[in-house]
């Protein structure tokens, strides 16, 4: 896989999206995970999540793999942001101004009170089709028809109606935590205009009988209403981080090496741009055509210009590793592990590389570096199978399968998950910590089965 950044196992998520536009249910999206731009996505969070009330890693922030402009939340503190909401966004503060407006959706309630705005559909529903059953008795069959069709529109606009508000309770919430985090609202004015400009280009009406037929209101509306909020608070000609914006453009500039084809990435950052982002895109997109050389002097590039950069560090280590040169590897991705205290996607690479080298000599290291990885990630598929494969190799069968039904259930694989935490928990001494985790991982395993049984 390409450096640093990797796909996770879809999700099945119910969405309230940001914007109407490219909106569809979010069945099959995996997840992208890449140390650097998720420690710059919680660095934008925190400050909101303080204005909120909340402690400031209270709220994750998770990367989908969509090329739709789109964010959303869908139960729990967490938020969910496409790929092309990244792309789309010019700024860092393009980016905080959704991350505002979706933590009001969580600060409102809105995911739990969902169903309070379908259920007041459901009962206009319900009482129209009452109506027309009677008319329907009484012989007046096209009455019949016409209340029921009736009903169905009335339930339709309670329903977005009731989405609307919830739209219009974030954008207002949205304001609050940018102002009190002393954040200016120009970033997310100018994502509001883009959103309308999408409009514009695939012809949604802006007319206000338009209103009737969507789940959030125009974003002319929205950026007319919210423009004197913004402009009238302290915050707003606040000058934005400068580095933060910088580490926006590298993030930015990663995701559209890994996601775009070669030559698209080398069309848009051409040899002639020496900054880091371009530098970043194009040893991505080197290194997906197999331009190890090209791939290499671009990593090296970047490291010159900061040697003690642990993702620069981790790219050029993980272009070396995927290249069959895992030796190389292991200094650059140690000192990235070391510089980032052990971050648990880095972790998680340079304990791949140590078994890579297939060296007997680096099991130990391996074992240490990728039990500290998932110790402060376990959410991390990649990592427990990497543990399963050193506890596989020394011999430590049960603790291997341990790993596996940690890797397995992460991966949406319960029946596999749950026959590997049953046998390591047989195996395993009774009363030990692992031997209680397996009884844990058991269990979440027989609660996906039980709810695939239940989709069914």
């Given at each position: 896989m390409p450096a640093t950044l990797r796909r996770l196992p879809a999700l099945a998520l119910a969405t309230l999206a940001l914007l109407l536009l490219g909106t569809r249910p979010v069945l099959a999206q995996s997840v992208l995970r890449d140390a650097e731009t998720e420690a710059l996505l919680q660095e934008l969070m925190a400050p909101l999540s303080e204005a909120a009330g909340l402690q400031p890693d209270a709220v994750d922030v998770v990367l989908l793999n969509d090329p739709s402009i789109n964010a959303f939340v869908a139960g729990g503190q967490r938020i969910y942001i496409h790929s092309g909401l990244i792309n789309a966004a010019d700024t860092a503060n393009e980016v905080q101004g959704v991350l505002a407006h979706e933590l009001g959706h969580i600060q409102g309630g809105h995911i739990v009170r969902?169903?309070?705005?379908?259920g007041a559909a459901t009962n206009i529903s319900?009482?129209?089709?009452?109506?027309?059953?009677?008319?329907?008795?009484?012989?007046?069959?096209?009455?019949?028809?016409g209340a029921m069709a009736l009903g169905q529109q009335a339930a339709m606009g309670s329903f977005l109606s009731f989405s609307r508000?919830?739209?219009a309770s974030a954008d207002a919430a949205g304001v609050q935590y940018l102002s009190d985090a002393g954040i200016t609202g120009k970033g997310s004015l100018a994502f509001f205009g883009k959103l309308q400009n999408l409009e514009y280009r695939y012809g949604y009406s802006q007319d206000d009988d338009a209103t009737f037929s969507r789940t959030h209101p125009l974003s002319g509306d929205r950026i007319s209403r919210l423009t004197a909020d913004y402009q009238s608070d302290p915050a707003w000609n606040t000058t934005p981080d400068?580095?933060?914006?910088?580490?926006?453009?590298?993030?930015?500039?990663?995701?559209?090496?890994?996601?775009?084809?070669?030559?698209?990435?080398?069309?848009?950052?051409?040899?002639?741009?020496?900054?880091?982002?371009?530098?970043?895109?194009?040893?991505?997109a080197y290194h997906k055509d197999a331009r190890m050389d090209k791939a290499l002097a671009e990593t090296d590039a970047l490291i010159a210009s900061d040697p003690d950069d642990p993702y620069f560090l981790e790219l050029k280590g993980q272009v070396l590793l995927e290249s069959g040169r895992p030796a190389e590897a292991l200094p650059l991705l140690r000192q990235a592990t070391f510089l980032t205290n052990n971050n648990g996607l880095i972790a998680g690479t340079f304990g791949h590389a140590l078994i890579a080298t297939e060296d007997p000599a680096n099991l130990p290291e391996a074992e240490q570096v990728l039990r500290a990885a998932v110790g402060r990630d376990r959410?991390?598929?990649?990592?427990?199978?990497?543990?399963?494969?050193?506890?596989?190799?020394?011999?430590?069968?049960?603790?291997?399968?341990?790993?596996?039904?940690?890797?397995?259930?992460?991966?949406?694989?319960?029946?596999?998950?749950?026959?590997?935490?049953?046998?390591?928990?047989?195996?395993?001494?009774?009363?030990?910590?692992?031997?209680?985790?397996?009884?844990?991982?058991?269990?979440?395993?027989?609660?996906?089965?039980?709810?695939?049984?239940?989709r069914d």
């Open positions: 969902f169903s309070e705005g379908m319900l009482l129209s089709m009452l109506v027309g059953v009677a008319a329907a008795l009484a012989g007046a069959g096209e009455a019949a028809m508000a919830q739209e400068a580095a933060q914006q910088q580490r926006f453009e590298r993030v930015k500039a990663k995701l559209y090496g890994y996601l775009a084809r070669p030559a698209d990435t080398l069309q848009h950052y051409p040899e002639y741009l020496t900054d880091a982002p371009a530098r970043y895109a194009r040893a991505y959410q991390n598929p990649f990592a427990w199978y990497q543990l399963g494969v050193v506890y596989g190799q020394k011999g430590d069968i049960p603790r291997a399968q341990l790993a596996s039904s940690e890797q397995l259930v992460m991966s949406g694989q319960p029946s596999a998950a749950l026959q590997n935490a049953e046998a390591a928990e047989r195996a395993l001494p009774q009363g030990t910590p692992d031997w209680l985790r397996a009884q844990d991982v058991a269990m979440q395993a027989r609660a996906q089965l039980e709810r695939a049984r239940d």
